[in-house]
């Protein structure tokens, strides 16, 4: 047995090569919704899948992926307007639309006892991920690029102070609106092989990171990049050679990966 003896199954390259082209997505974006404090909205989108499953069932979508992605723009889209209408906390209509929405796929999809079939969605199978989802993958990640290419400064200058991005032609909401959608059709395009429970983890862990050890916003991203990278692949190899979970595993590299961080950026404080 080499080192190099899981390239040998397909499975494995596939769910190697969507580490690869995966975490650079949610590192870039992660960073962002930590700027921003969206880890709950973020969270409350995955865990409207279910909801989005079984809207698609309801509806004879052929393909759950799709109706997923469809169900989650328009409850970005929703939970935005209600938010920017309300004298309520964020966090408390992000809570509210979280639960019915979670809640209400549960119902739809355990009528008949069937949920069984949809379970795996809660955990996901990185190992049963397709060539053709990984090139999926990829083209969301030239997507991410170019969406943050264009979109970054707005967002950033609506972050810092939406009144000044506002004198300046900026429509803050708009970005919102757009940054909420982004995130919506990432979460739903991988929830099938990261798992409702663990795709939040994901997004913020290697910001989070980041945010302790950067001192300017190009290390910012860097470190989120490189911290989803090394712990997504490391996460993956220990799980093929230890026989344990990997969506699982990768998330405790991350969770790791912060309180080092952490400690590295209090003793620097100190």
């Known amino acids: 047995m080499t080192g190099l003896d899981f390239l040998?199954?397909?499975?494995?390259?596939?769910?190697?090569?969507a580490i690869?082209?995966?975490s650079p997505i949610f590192a870039l974006l992660g960073t962002m919704v930590v700027n921003k404090k969206m880890a709950f909205f973020s969270d409350a989108i995955g865990?409207?899948?279910l909801c989005g499953i079984a809207v698609g069932v309801i509806f004879g979508f052929t393909s759950r992926t799709l109706s997923m992605v469809v169900f989650a723009v328009l409850f970005s889209i929703l939970l935005n307007f209600v938010k920017d209408r309300t004298t309520y906390g964020a966090d408390t209509i992000i809570s509210v639309f979280a639960s019915v929405a979670m809640s209400l796929?549960?119902?739809?999809?355990?009528?008949?006892g069937s949920f069984n079939r949809y379970s795996s969605y809660l955990i996901g199978d990185i190992l049963s991920i397709t060539r053709e989802e990984v090139i999926s993958l990829t083209v969301c990640l030239v997507l991410v690029i170019i969406f943050w290419a264009i979109s970054y400064n707005g967002l950033s200058s609506d972050n810092l102070n939406r009144a000044l991005a506002r004198s300046k032609g900026i429509n803050g909401k708009l970005y919102d609106y757009i940054f909420s959608a982004f995130i919506a059709v990432v979460i739903m395009f991988s929830i099938r092989w990261i798992g409702i429970l663990l795709i939040n983890s994901l997004i913020i862990l290697p910001a989070a990171s980041s945010r302790n050890v950067s001192h300017n916003t190009r290390s910012y991203h860097l470190f989120s990049v490189v911290f989803s990278l090394l712990c997504g692949v490391a996460g993956l190899l220990i799980s093929y050679y230890t026989s344990v979970p990997s969506g699982p595993t990768i998330v405790?590299?991350?969770g790791c990966t912060f309180f080092i961080t952490f400690v590295i950026h209090s003793l620097n404080k100190d």
Do not use: Q, T
């Open 20 to 22: 690869l082209v995966s």
């Open 47 to 49: 865990h409207s899948a």
């Open 252 to 254: 405790l590299l991350l």
């Open 105 to 112: 796929g549960l119902v739809l999809l355990s009528r008949g």
């Open 8 to 17: 040998s199954y397909e499975f494995m390259r596939n769910a190697l090569l």
